[in-house]
């Protein structure tokens, strides 16, 4: 497993509004997500986890702190070189599929590599295997509304990975799901996303799935509070 750290941010604030009406969103948050490792990050509603994951990502600017993902201090590049560096190494998962309806799972799957370039049967192609190792080899063709909860949640999981992302954000990745799902898409994503050279950083309530963390780092009023970390996770139920 690498030393090095994945994502670091250190002294994170975010500030909404000017004045007397101003919200502190982040206080000063520090977090470090190594290789190797699938990392949650947990507390209250309200407590700035989605906005410190925004940040990581690059779609909101902190206050003020340091931000650095693959070495990179990504508010130091252009804006287009953020949407490259975002589209090369990052893949999303969310709570809500954002699936399309009228594409098959293959094609659903397949979106980020179409937005990169890459031919058409040839995105499909690769898409169809990532989908195959998820067990939806019998679901290629299915459209969206044809699929349960946990079946569309795995199409979403390909379709984060499809182009091997070495950064992968959840934001509630499995609220949407009852118990067994949730735990289904965890095995998977443990199994196909936890690799040397890739971080994964989950934000999530869901106490069901903290058994899959190899650290758990809790967030409250903007701040890290403390960090829990784990010898071994449940890469495989």
């Known amino acids: ?12 604030e975010k500030q909404f509004g000017v004045g007397p009406g101003a919200a502190w969103a982040l206080r000063g948050a520090d977090i470090r997500v190594p290789f190797g490792s699938i990392t949650m990050l947990v507390g209250p509603s309200g407590c700035g986890k989605t906005t ?44 809500q599929y954002n699936l399309l309806p009228s594409l098959s799972a293959a094609e659903n799957a397949a979106v980020g590599l179409l937005a ?14 990532s989908l195959k190792t998820l067990g939806l080899e019998q679901k290629l063709d299915s459209l969206p509304r044809t699929l349960s909860g ?12 499809v182009h091997e992302p ?16 949730g735990r289904a898409v965890m095995e998977m994503m443990a199994q196909v996303a936890v ?33 829990e970390r784990r010898q071994e996770a449940a890469l495989v139920a």
């Open 116 to 129: 990169a370039g890459v031919e058409r049967r040839e995105a499909v192609k690769r898409a169809s295997e």
């Open 166 to 181: 070495r950064i992968v954000l959840c934001d509630e990745p499995t609220a949407a799901l009852d118990g067994k799902s």
């Open 1 to 12: 497993m690498h030393t090095a750290h994945a994502i670091e941010v250190v002294g994170a």
């Open 52 to 95: 410190l994951l925004s940040i990581i990502a690059g779609l909101l600017r902190p206050t003020s702190g340091k931000v650095s993902v693959l070495d990179r201090d990504i508010f130091g590049m252009s804006d287009a070189a953020q949407v490259e560096f975002r589209r090369r190494n990052m893949g999303f998962i969310f709570q």
């Open 150 to 161: 946990g079946q569309q949640q795995r199409v979403a999981v390909a379709r984060a990975l």
């Open 195 to 227: 690799r040397e050279d890739r971080a994964v950083l989950i934000v999530t309530h869901d106490s069901r799935i903290f058994d899959f963390a190899h650290q758990i780092v809790h967030m409250e009023d903007g701040r890290i509070t403390s960090v």
